[in-house]
């Protein structure tokens, strides 16, 4: 008997990351690290000044092999972020 799976996939886009008024002291590059399903992505290097032009896609992917109902991959979710 076939098992029933969730794949899920999140795109997530990143153009630019602004902040008014802010001035950055250090001189060294930054990145963008994003944490989504316990998957670790950083963006490239950007010299640290406002605004920052990521222009990037992130893809974040994973397979619940013990969901077989969105409902249950969303309720999973929510208990690793501590939403209620």
């Not at 997530?12 to 994003?34: E, F, I, N, Q």
């Not at 032009?53 to 397979?63: P, R």
């Amino acid at each position: 008997m076939l098992q029933k799976v969730v794949k899920v996939v999140v795109e997530l886009y990143v153009r630019v990351v602004t902040c008014p008024g802010v001035h950055l002291p250090a001189k060294d590059d930054l990145y963008l690290s994003v944490c989504l399903m316990n998957q670790y992505i950083m963006s490239q290097c950007l010299p640290a000044a406002f605004p920052l032009l990521f222009k990037t896609k992130m893809t974040f992917d994973k397979i619940f092999k013990y969901a077989s109902d969105p409902a249950d991959v969303a309720e999973m979710l929510q208990c690793t972020l501590g939403v209620h």
